[in-house]
């Protein structure tokens, strides 16, 4: 039976994202853990997070799993969600902590001074809602999916990645930021695909059985 890690490291919508998969993937074990071998020995693994970024790196490297996760990250198929996506990045403005450094780029803050909407009306930060992803590229995870689906967000950052060839997808709040990227082995995202219905299902799904 594969097993699916849910890496558990106290800052992640959890139950949401377990139960998601397990009603993409009957079939395969869905295991939320934070015990470094269970990831080690996954299948799959999937990184998600929610709150702010320096608890998510403290907390991560107090339960000791930052080596599983980038050896994760290097060698099997890996979902990054919300944070876990940010994660992945060399830095964050949010109290300019350092990253895990697996992808190249930075995350930054919504500037005050972009967030306008196009009939001059002023955004709210946090970003929180359903908008729209475009597709950058196709890629299996996308498969099924039609361009500019609707996806549900919660986040007051985003990801500048540092090469566009990153970009898997991008959606726009005052002006076009990047909510998806690929490289490899690694999707992931800056939107909730577990609380995105059908959408959000059918990403997980191709994430079950995609083999990059």
């Not at 991560?60 to 994660?87: H, S, T, Y």
């Not at 196009?118 to 039609?146: F, S």
Request: aromatic letters at 10%; glycine letters at 8%.
């Amino acid at each position: 039976m594969t097993t699916i890690a849910v890496v558990d490291y106290g800052m992640g919508n959890l139950r949401s994202v377990s139960k998601a998969l397990e009603h993409v993937a009957p079939g395969a074990r869905v295991e939320v853990t934070a015990d470094a071998d269970v990831i080690h020995a996954a299948a799959r693994v999937v990184f998600p997070g929610q709150g702010a970024m320096p608890d998510c790196m403290r907390e991560m490297d107090a339960r000791g799993l930052r080596p599983a996760v980038l050896e994760a990250a290097r060698a099997k198929p890996f979902l990054g969600i919300c944070i876990g996506l940010q994660m992945l990045f060399e830095s964050s403005e949010e109290g300019n902590v350092p990253g895990l450094a697996v992808l190249p780029g930075r995350v930054r803050r919504f500037p005050a001074e972009a967030m306008i909407d196009d009939r001059g009306g002023k955004l709210k930060v946090p970003h929180m809602g359903w908008n729209r992803v475009h597709q950058a590229e196709p890629h299996a995870l996308w498969a099924g999916i039609e361009d500019d689906a609707r996806f549900y967000f919660v986040h007051s950052y985003f990801v500048e990645a540092a090469t566009p060839d990153l970009v898997a997808g991008f959606s726009v709040y005052g002006f076009p930021f990047t909510c998806a990227v690929a490289r490899d082995n690694i999707f992931a995202v800056q939107f909730h695909p577990e609380k995105s219905h059908v959408s959000g299902l059918r990403l997980l799904a191709n994430f079950v059985t995609w083999n990059p």
